[in-house]
């Protein structure tokens, strides 16, 4: 009896061991599988910007993607260009005038002209147009600020149409690809000859992709066009001012 209860003993403690290290086992096995489906999620989601946007770039196909980037590219560059101009074409009209009022009474017109001669800005230059018709009379000064001042004006104008063409262009740029994805997908559809999600989904994807990136483009070329707009209309009004003063200081100086 005591042989047979001690191998009962030995048994059941072997099966106790056996059930410990099974279970110790699967918990090992579903902490390493826990573990590795929290690292893999994460590896997904640690995408950073660019990374993603590269990404949608590239899902988006090379054709009309990169022809909306082209558009982004050349605007961008003409509006900074255009920006840096009209920043070094802003004056102090208010101190420029009270300048060449100065030089007309300390030292007659030639002395206002070389003030404008050292001053930058389509006002300096419209001003110095004004001076050097002086001797003639008031009217035939008049005629050549009026004249230069739309010289002036398409010089700041330049190249901002194209922004405007940019502006235009890359939404419907991206529009053309959503259309030319939808037809893919209907092709793949009608090749198939089954309505299956798997293959409508690339079509419409590359479409939406193409629209947003389009959208995006137009979007941002809008905002810096608002603001040379806004700025051009700025110093087209300074100049206007600015031509009146200076035929209130020509008729004051004949006096």
């Known amino acids: 009896m005591k042989r047979l209860f001690s191998i009962l003993a030995i048994t059941c403690l072997m099966a106790i061991g056996t059930v410990n290290a099974n279970a110790t086992t699967a918990f090992a096995s579903a902490t390493a599988t826990v573990t590795t489906v929290t690292q893999a999620e994460p590896a997904s989601e640690d995408l950073t910007f660019h990374q993603e946007l590269k990404k949608r770039f590239i899902e988006g196909g090379p054709g009309f993607m990169g022809i ?51 001053t930058k800005g389509p006002v300096a230059s419209i001003f110095y147009q004004g001076l050097d018709r002086a001797d003639e009379d008031i009217d035939a000064a008049e005629k050549a600020v009026v004249a230069y001042g739309g010289v002036q004006m398409g010089q700041l104008e330049k190249n901002v149409s194209w922004i405007s063409l940019f502006i235009a262009l890359a939404p419907m740029l991206g529009f053309m690809g959503t259309v030319i994805g939808m037809i893919q997908a209907f092709d793949k559809i009608e090749a198939a000859g089954d309505m299956q999600p798997s293959l409508v989904a690339g079509g419409i994807k590359v479409a939406l992709l193409t629209t947003v990136f389009g959208l995006i483009v137009a979007i941002i070329l809008q905002i810096f066009y608002n603001y040379i707009i806004a700025k051009i209309d700025s110093i087209v009004n300074d100049m206007e001012d600015a031509s009146i003063t200076l035929m209130d200081l020509l008729v004051r100086h004949k006096k």
């Open 68 to 118: 909306v980037l082209l558009c982004l590219i050349l605007g961008l560059a003409i509006a900074i260009e255009r920006i840096i101009f009209l920043n070094l074409s802003t004056t102090n009209t208010k101190k420029l005038t009270q300048n060449v009022e100065d030089a007309l009474n300390s030292g007659g017109i030639e002395a206002a002209k070389e003030v404008c001669r050292n």
